[in-house]
């Protein structure tokens, strides 16, 4: 099945720096990378996605990146704030059902 | 509309008692999940529903069981809790592009 490996773990940067996390992913199947945001005690919201014929995608001050080569993405923050303080996961979809399989997420801490 | 309604929000049980997780859509998705979300370890997938009518096991399947009622219901069953089940349980659904749509969880603590 699908693995996914996410890091860091745990991030912390000032406010108004840049933020980047990394995903990797094992099933070269796997065509659909969404992002979720997940504040402590909420649901996973999602912030932005990206799909397997495309290498780039942006929204305002976040951007995701895919290297299907490598079986690598990435999430792009800028000019963090500190209300992008959550948990950060990534996933790939794979499969008939297009299940999600999910990295173990990334604290991110923006400090004021 | 209320998107994907779970039911309860919280649950404390005893070892050995059982208990259905009840999940409930309005968006008219055919695809609905049952992930548990443990500290660090991201979501896990435990069934999912591809249609009205089919079931699948998924990731981490033992001690659980589903139904899919109907196009808008899907619930979650464990028919003798363990400690191990404790978790956040969150059922979700389907887009045509994709997109999952998460309900607000439930806590669940196994004593």
């Known amino acids: 099945g699908e693995n996914v490996e996410q890091h860091p773990s745990t991030l912390s940067v000032q406010e108004g720096d840049s933020a980047v996390i990394k995903c990797t992913y094992s099933?070269?199947?796997?065509?659909?990378f969404p992002w979720y945001k997940q504040e402590l005690g909420k649901r996973p919201q999602l912030i932005i996605d990206i799909r397997s014929n495309v290498g780039e995608k942006k929204d305002q001050r976040i951007a995701v990146t895919l290297n299907k080569t490598a079986k690598h993405f990435s999430l792009h923050i800028t000019e963090t704030q500190p209300e992008d303080s959550a948990v950060y996961f990534c996933?790939?979809?794979?499969?008939?059902?297009?299940?999600?399989?999910f990295g173990s997420g990334t604290q991110l801490t923006v400090l004021p | 509309n209320a998107g994907v309604t779970q039911t309860p929000k919280f649950q404390v049980l005893k070892t050995g008692q059982s208990m259905t997780l009840q999940c409930a859509q309005d968006m008219n998705h055919n695809s609905m999940y049952w992930y548990r979300q443990d500290p660090g370890m991201g979501l896990r997938l435990i069934y999912y529903s591809a249609s009205e009518g089919t079931t699948d096991k998924g990731e981490v399947p033992n001690g659980y069981n589903v139904s899919r009622l109907n196009k808008r219901e899907f619930s979650l069953r464990l028919e003798s809790a363990a400690p191990s089940q404790t978790s956040v349980y969150f059922c979700?659904?389907?887009?045509?592009?994709?997109?999952?749509?998460f309900g607000a969880g439930t806590r669940l603590s196994v004593l």
């Open positions: 979700a659904t389907r887009d045509l592009i994709n997109i999952q749509y």
């Open positions: 996933a790939a979809s794979t499969g008939s059902a297009r299940q999600l399989t």
């Open positions: 099933d070269s199947a796997s065509n659909y």
